[in-house]
């Protein structure tokens, strides 16, 4: 498929032009040059659809949506990737969307997200959703990329922090990271930071990729010759830092102010989600909890793991609630230690129940975000999965250095 070929995506959904949120999806897909299709299926398999996937529901729409769940699979619609999505405050829902997106993903290989929506959901929303399956289909040599070469930078315009890396024949040279304040002020901060310790000159670099969210204003900026989503370029800096860009990894990306997880093939997102609807699963919750202990960030970390969170009541997984609870326990004589390690297993629970009901889960399990650098973090989720958690050096530039890695496809070797 050529770059300029437009891409196909399924949607196979139930509810979401009751949701009024039809034309939004409509909207982020003809953004990115995408076209959704509903896939076309035997009307007369809504009456045992339900046997066939061992869900028997009383919804009309969700039986509609297992069957063209199986028309994608067995080839009757031709689509490059598929969104999968119900709505958040359907519980049946949730079942049939984790069945169908394991199904679909499993049997048709496709690039699935899932996607609970709610009557607010906006096309800006969609947006970086819609872009990494686009991405996915289209672009599968540029993110088969396994080394860096030449001289490149990569820029991560993140909610809360912004990095950036330079990077030369496979080897990080420099680094920068700055708060992310004014979004293009922060690039350009964070990138001379990175260039200082590298000791080059802006003018000698070969190519800049950006990645998050400021990635089309600074992209704009500087010229970039790679402005891309932030789910394909961190997974991507996630297994190359881990070293598992072969076989399947599992990524985990807690941001500043939301969450990915993404199931990894030789290097390539398959199956992911996005989280969003509450902070309460980000970095955002343990920056909170830090600041309500009147210690740094960096310190959390190493409090938590001293800690039982089990000496802490958890009422709520808001990231309001969540912290009145830990100020509420305080209050009846908890340790800032168990504090903290409530803050860390609360972070790791949610992302447990919402992300990585979503995915499957296949190790190994990559930890990456500046989160990912809180010890009692990772600690938490081994607990949780039973798992070994893998954070790889330079966990926290994991967009920057994706950027770097896969702009460096556009350096011109004569």
Request: with cysteine; charged share 20%.
């Amino acid at each position: 498929m050529s770059n300029s070929d437009k891409v196909t995506i399924a949607l196979v959904s139930c509810g979401s032009e009751y949701a009024g949120i039809q034309k939004e999806l409509e909207s982020a897909a003809s953004s990115l040059n995408a076209e959704l299709v509903y896939p076309e299926m035997d009307v007369a398999s809504l009456d045992t659809i339900g046997q066939e996937f061992g869900l028997e529901v009383a919804s009309p729409d969700l039986r509609l949506m297992m069957a063209r769940a199986k028309a994608v699979v067995e080839g009757a619609a031709q689509v490059d990737a598929v969104f999968v999505a119900t709505c958040f405050r359907c519980a049946e829902a949730a079942l049939v969307r984790n069945e169908v997106r394991r199904y679909i993903f499993e049997d048709s290989g496709l690039p699935v997200i899932s996607y609970s929506f709610t009557e607010r959901t906006t096309a800006a929303t969609l947006l970086t959703r819609m872009e990494a399956l686009t991405t996915i289909a289209k672009s599968k040599h540029l993110l088969a990329r396994e080394y860096q070469e030449g001289l490149t930078a990569g820029i991560d315009s993140g909610s809360t922090t912004t990095k950036a890396v330079v990077m030369r024949d496979n080897e990080i040279i420099g680094e920068g990271w700055v708060p992310t304040i004014k979004v293009l002020e922060s690039a350009k901060k964070a990138l001379q930071q990175a260039l200082d310790q590298a000791d080059v000159k802006r003018e000698d670099l070969q190519a800049i990729g950006t990645t998050g969210y400021g990635r089309f204003l600074i992209g704009d900026h500087f010229n970039a010759d790679l402005m891309q989503e932030e789910i394909t370029v961190n997974s991507k800096g996630a297994v190359y830092l881990a070293k598992t860009q072969q076989g399947n990894a599992t990524v985990i990306d807690i941001g500043g102010m939301d969450n990915k997880a993404i199931s990894v093939q030789d290097g390539i997102p398959g199956m992911f989600t996005m989280g969003g609807v509450c902070a309460g699963a980000s970095g955002r919750f343990l920056e909170m909890t830090a600041k309500r202990l009147n210690v740094d960030i960096t310190e959390l970390g190493d409090l938590a793991i001293k800690g039982m969170q089990k000496n802490v009541e958890m009422n709520s997984y808001c990231i309001v609630f969540g912290i009145q609870s830990l100020v509420n326990s305080l209050a009846k004589g908890a340790t800032p230690e168990d504090v903290a390690a409530a803050a860390c297993h609360s972070v790791v629970e949610q992302i447990f129940e919402q992300q990585l009901q979503e995915i499957e889960v296949k190790e190994p399990l990559v930890l990456v975000g500046g989160s990912s650098l809180i010890a009692g973090v990772p600690k938490a989720l081994e607990e949780l999965l039973k798992i070994d958690v893998v954070v790889p050096p330079h966990a926290q530039d994991i967009g920057a250095v994706g950027a770097a890695l896969l702009v460096s496809g556009f350096v011109d070797k004569e």
